[in-house]
C-alpha cells in the first residue's frame, strides 16, 4: 500500500529554536496534504491543509506565523515550527491524498513526529 | 461542519468475547465514515470506512462496522476479540463535497487474556 514517511520521528529542541519536519508521500503524487496535532491520549486535530503549489489553508486558531506549511511538490511537505516553546510539544502527524486515486478512503498517514521542547 | 462524538474513553473486553466501539457522527449531507487504529507513537491505520451501499462494512483484522442513517451511528464490531486488538481506535467523518476529515476524540480498547 501507499507508504507516508516522516522526518524526523523524534525531535527534542530547546526552547526558542525552530524545528522542521518533512512529510513524503514515497510512491504516489499527493495534491493535498494535512497536518495534523495529537495531544496526549485526545484526537487528531487538524492544523492545516496544503495543496501543492498553494498557500495553506490554516483551522480557527491556529497560527500560521509559528506554524510554517511548505507544499513545494507532490511529494513532500514540511511543517516549520517556529520559536518553538514547551507548549509546542506534541505529536504531529502528516497525511497525504492521492491524486491518481479517487477512492475517497485514500488520505494516508504518516508515522508521526513526536516534538519535545525544552 | 462535521463532527464526531466517541462516547467512550475506554473499552474493555476479554480476550474472544465480542466487542463495539461507539461512534455517532454529525454531517451535513450524506456522510463518508471511517474507522483507523493507533499504535503506540505510530501513525494512524486504516481499518474500514462506509460511502455508500450496504450498511454493514467488513474491513481488515476481522472488525466491521454498522452504518446507522436514523441514528447517525457508525459503530465498530469484532466478533472475537484479540489481545492484538488494543489500541487506539478512531472514527472519522467527511461530508461528500468537502477536502478535511475530522476525527472523534478516540476509544481505548483493551483486551484482556
Known amino acids: 500500500g501507499a507508504v507516508v514517511s516522516q522526518h524526523p520521528s523524534w525531535v527534542i529542541c530547546k526552547s526558542g529554536t525552530s524545528v522542521k519536519i518533512e512529510c513524503r508521500s514515497l510512491?504516489?503524487?499527493?495534491?493535498?496534504m494535512f497536518w495534523y496535532r495529537q495531544f496526549p491520549k485526545q484526537s487528531l486535530m487538524l492544523m492545516a491543509t496544503s495543496n501543492e503549489g498553494s498557500k495553506a489553508t490554516y483551522e480557527q486558531g491556529v497560527e500560521k506565523d509559528k506554524f510554517l506549511i511548505n507544499h513545494a511538490s507532490l511529494t513532500l511537505s514540511t511543517l516549520t515550527v517556529t520559536s518553538a516553546h514547551p507548549e509546542d510539544s506534541s505529536f504531529y502527524i502528516c497525511?497525504?491524498?492521492?491524486?491518481?486515486?479517487?477512492?475517497?478512503?485514500?488520505?494516508?498517514f504518516g508515522p508521526g513526529t513526536r516534538l519535545l521542547v525544552l | 461542519a462535521q463532527s464526531v462524538a466517541q462516547p467512550e474513553d475506554q473499552v474493555n473486553v476479554a480476550e474472544g468475547n465480542p466487542l463495539t466501539v461507539k461512534c455517532t457522527y454529525s454531517v451535513s449531507g450524506n456522510p463518508y465514515l471511517f474507522w483507523y487504529v493507533q499504535y503506540p507513537n505510530r501513525g494512524l491505520q486504516f481499518l474500514l470506512k462506509?460511502?455508500?451501499?450496504?450498511?454493514l462494512v467488513k474491513g481488515s483484522y476481522g472488525f466491521e462496522a454498522e452504518f446507522n442513517k436514523s441514528q447517525t451511528s457508525f459503530h465498530l464490531k469484532k466478533p472475537s476479540a484479540l489481545v492484538s486488538d488494543s489500541a487506539l481506535y478512531f472514527c472519522?467523518?467527511?461530508?461528500?463535497?468537502?477536502?478535511?476529515?475530522?476525527f472523534g476524540a478516540g476509544t481505548r480498547l483493551t483486551v484482556k487474556p
Open positions: 510512491d504516489f503524487q499527493a495534491t493535498t
Open positions: 462506509y460511502i455508500t451501499g450496504d450498511n
Open positions: 497525511s497525504a491524498r492521492d491524486r491518481g486515486n479517487r477512492r475517497v478512503e485514500t488520505q494516508y
Open positions: 472519522a467523518v467527511r461530508a461528500i463535497n468537502n477536502n478535511d476529515m475530522r
